[in-house]
């Protein structure tokens, strides 16, 4: 039984859930009946979908009074790269409608997506319901994507933290001219080994990355402003980067950029799964 609760035989809370299996990282949030973010979860993927998925259910269920297991929860739906993956799911959505959804229950104001998640990039348009309005996605390469930061942060040996921050006290930019990943850590490693100062070198690398998403952004109609989701969008160089590209303002979420895609799955777990 997935529902725990069957409404007017049980008063007490319902309680729905996103799992979002991405290929970097496995998020999962839990979400009351009146729409609060009960439980919220961020664990590192492992290489099997299921157990990624497992572990941040379980975590999730266990931060609610009342839960006991994911099959507790009144309906659950997978998105992401390991949707199909997810245990006790009801349901999968993709990820670019999650996201789309997740950012318009944190502030619908936000009409524009750039999500940058460990494998692809996409640049997304939000319709006045939270549904997508249009998208646009590179997954051709990985230059741009998360792991491609995780990559050059190993070739500054910094944390990746430490990377994301590099950038901003560049005074200058060294133009990063390779397109693919490979190649651009290749150079990399090249202008680190001339002596080039690193966080010139980081400036180029943010750089490349924001004109990405520009075309991301542009295929999507983003106009007046967007907004970052996954785990790129805590990086403060890349938006810094952004807005001089885009020259548009980039809009900080009040809930962790990371979680969009689950908080989507889980309000669409909310609206479907409510009359359970």
């Given at each position: 039984?997935?529902?725990?609760?069957?409404?007017?035989?049980?008063?007490?809370?319902?309680?729905?859930?996103?799992?979002?299996?991405g290929s970097?990282?496995?998020k999962?949030v839990?979400?009351?009946e009146?729409?609060?973010?009960?439980a919220?979860?961020t664990?590192?993927s492992?290489?099997?979908?299921?157990?990624s998925a497992?572990?941040?259910?379980?975590?999730?269920?266990s931060?609610v009074?009342?839960l006991?297991?994911?099959?507790?929860?009144?309906?659950?739906?997978g998105?992401?790269?390991?949707?199909?993956?997810?245990?006790?799911?009801?349901?999968n959505i993709?990820e670019?409608?999650?996201?789309?959804?997740?950012?318009?229950?944190?502030?619908?104001?936000?009409k524009?997506?750039?999500?940058?998640?460990?494998?692809?990039?996409?640049g997304?348009?939000?319709?006045?319901?939270?549904?997508?309005l249009?998208?646009?996605m590179?997954?051709?390469c990985?230059?741009?994507t998360?792991?491609?930061?995780?990559?050059?942060?190993?070739?500054?040996?910094?944390?990746?933290?430490?990377?994301?921050?590099?950038s901003?006290?560049?005074?200058n930019?060294?133009?990063?001219?390779?397109?693919?990943a490979?190649f651009?850590?290749?150079?990399?490693?090249s202008?680190?080994?001339e002596?080039?100062?690193?966080?010139?070198?980081?400036?180029?690398?943010?750089?490349?990355?924001?004109?990405?998403c520009?075309v991301?952004?542009?295929k999507?109609?983003?106009?007046?402003?967007?907004?970052?989701?996954g785990?790129?969008?805590?990086?403060?160089g890349?938006?810094?980067a952004?807005?001089?590209v885009?020259?548009?303002?980039v809009?900080?979420?009040?809930?962790?950029?990371?979680?969009?895609g689950?908080?989507?799955?889980?309000?669409?777990a909310?609206?479907k799964?409510?009359?359970?």
């Open positions: 039984m997935y529902a725990a609760y069957v409404a007017g035989k049980d008063s007490r809370m319902k309680y729905f859930g996103g799992c979002d299996a970097t990282y496995t999962c839990i979400l009351d009146n729409g609060k973010i009960a919220a979860v664990k590192r492992r290489i099997n979908p299921v157990l497992k572990d941040a259910l379980d975590e999730a269920v931060q009074d009342g006991n297991s994911a099959e507790e929860l009144t309906y659950l739906i998105t992401g790269y390991g949707r199909n993956k997810v245990p006790f799911a009801y349901e993709s670019i409608s999650c996201h789309a959804m997740g950012v318009h229950v944190t502030d619908p104001s936000v524009a997506i750039i999500d940058i998640g460990g494998q692809d990039v996409k997304i348009a939000i319709d006045t319901d939270g549904t997508v249009n998208f646009a590179n997954d051709k990985a230059a741009g998360g792991r491609f930061f995780e990559s050059m942060a190993r070739a500054f040996e910094m944390s990746l933290d430490e990377f994301s921050n590099l901003l006290t560049a005074k930019v060294i133009p990063i001219t390779a397109q693919c490979v651009a850590e290749s150079e990399v490693i202008l680190v080994g002596g080039k100062p690193m966080e010139e070198i980081a400036a180029g690398i943010q750089l490349s990355v924001a004109k990405r520009f991301m952004a542009k999507a109609g983003a106009a007046d402003s967007v907004t970052l989701t785990g790129c969008a805590k990086n403060e890349l938006k810094k952004i807005e001089k885009l020259k548009i303002n809009v900080d979420l009040p809930t962790d950029p990371q979680l969009m689950a908080l989507g799955a889980a309000e669409y909310r609206q799964g409510s009359n359970v």
